[in-house]
């Protein structure tokens, strides 16, 4: 079946635009995680939607990083103003959240690059 | 703060059990430990998790401590398709993954 998939596979943008990343979750998956992955880093947890609740945004590095997940299923990850800083792999997952698993499955991600 | 500490980087050959190990003292009763591990330019994908009791599947197995203050990732066999780096993360109740920085694991042919 079909995976997480995310777009654009890259991105080259100059210092103060804003950009939108767009992940497409898998079909039934009820939670989906943004992750930020600089050159040789870990990931790091940006955002989490889960159902319809509230999501988690704790992870947001800054108020010019949003994101928005339309009726429980697309989600965009805007980011405002953009600074040489944000230049990273952006990672989408999905799960379905029943049983322990919670297993997230990864999209293939969206390399940034802020020149 | 760091919820999980891995060793940056380890070693194996070929066809040898390897042994990942994670501190994760400040875990919750009710936190589950995941391994997920990522393949050079790629996503990372579910390994293996567990709760108290140590689980085996086909990929590996893991061993969790009676305190659950560590855990320890076993690959039975290493190819050289398992290297990649490998996270230990812990899971809390309301869904919520805490990566940490991960070991890089080669094997060595």
């Known amino acids: 079946g079909a995976g997480v998939s995310q777009s654009p596979s890259n991105k080259v943008t100059e210092k103060g635009k804003d950009v939108e990343l767009r992940c497409d979750p898998i079909?039934?998956?009820?939670?989906l995680y943004w992750y930020r992955q600089s050159l040789g880093q870990g990931l790091e947890f940006l955002i989490y939607?889960?159902?319809?609740?509230?999501?988690?945004k704790s992870g947001l590095p800054s108020d010019r990083f949003s994101a928005e997940r339309t009726g429980g299923s697309v989600s965009t990850l805007t980011i405002q103003r953009t600074q040489q800083e944000d230049s990273a792999v952006y990672l989408c997952?999905?799960?379905?959240?029943?049983?322990?698993?919670?297993?997230?499955?990864f999209g293939p991600g969206t390399r940034l690059t802020v020149t | 703060d760091a919820k999980t500490t891995q060793p940056n980087s380890m070693e194996s050959n070929e066809e040898e059990p390897v042994h990942l190990p994670c501190n994760h003292s400040?875990?919750?009763?009710?936190?589950?430990i995941h391994w997920y591990r990522q393949l050079p330019s790629q996503g990372p994908e579910y390994v293996i998790h567990?709760?108290?009791s140590n689980v085996n599947n086909r990929m590996a197995s893991l061993a969790i401590a009676e305190d659950r203050k560590s855990s320890t990732l076993i690959l039975h066999r290493a190819t050289l398709r398992d290297a990649a780096v490998y996270y230990c993360?812990?899971?809390?109740?309301?869904?919520?993954?805490?990566f940490g920085t991960g070991t890089s694991l080669t094997v060595i042919p």
């Open positions: 939607f889960q159902g319809n609740s509230a999501p988690d």
């Open positions: 079909s039934g998956h009820t939670a």
């Open positions: 997952a999905s799960s379905f959240r029943g049983g322990t698993s919670y297993e997230q499955y």
């Open positions: 400040t875990i919750s009763g009710t936190d589950y």
């Open positions: 567990g709760l108290t």
């Open positions: 993360i812990l899971r809390d109740v309301g869904g919520q993954f805490y």
